[in-house]
């Protein structure tokens, strides 16, 4: 397993990235999970040490969790409490899912773009001007493919409101998300 612990205007010593890859170890022994790569971060906000943490396992599954304390080791001891909170509700599933699948998780490529949220009247055609949105960044972002069960899981594991997945049943893009009344709806526009 790969340890990316780095941090943001800090320093991060031995003793801390010795700390924290064997309390990781601990925690995937416990689930007896397979992960690729587990990225921390430190970084201050004021006063307060913020711990962010992502599991990659070979699934293509991810969690994550983020902690702050006014100690950098309780930021991390909360973070990876939240992490094992996440791996115990949804063992019984991660180990169906490391069973019915038997290869990684396949990632497409695709462009992600971020808009810009201005509304101005004169860009918004009311004088004849362009209706295109101002696009203020691009990246490029993965696509797994996943079955729906699969992808409500990796939403929930990510704290995401929305996921974009290709169905392994049958190939085509599909969407979950959270709905306001707390609900997961599910787009399959091949059905």
């Not at 790969?2 to 010593?13: E, H, K, N, P």
């Not at 309780?74 to 019984?92: G, I, T, V």
Request: glycine share 8%; proline share 3%.
């Amino acid at each position: 397993m790969r340890y990316q612990i780095s941090g943001r205007q800090i320093d991060v010593g031995e003793a801390l990235q010795t700390h924290v890859k064997s309390e990781l170890g601990e925690l995937v022994e416990k689930y007896q999970q397979r992960p690729t790569e587990a990225v921390v971060v430190f970084s201050r906000n004021a006063h307060l040490f913020v711990c962010e943490a992502t599991f990659h396992l070979s699934t293509g599954l991810t969690a994550q969790a983020k902690a702050q304390a006014g100690e950098i080791y309780a930021a991390f001891e909360s973070c990876r409490e939240k992490l094992d909170k996440q791996l115990r509700r949804y063992k019984r599933r991660l180990k169906d899912h490391h069973r019915e699948r038997t290869t990684p998780v396949e990632f497409a490529g695709a462009p992600s773009y971020i808009l810009s949220a201005e509304d101005n009247a004169e860009e918004s055609g009311a004088d004849g001007g362009s209706l295109q949105p101002i696009i203020i960044a691009e990246m490029e972002t993965r696509i797994p493919s996943l079955s729906a069960g699969e992808a409500v899981m990796q939403m929930e594991l990510a704290h995401a409101n929305v996921l974009v997945f290709r169905n392994e049943r049958h190939g085509g893009l599909n969407v979950v998300y959270r709905r306001d009344d707390g609900n997961i709806g599910w787009i399959d526009p091949q059905n």
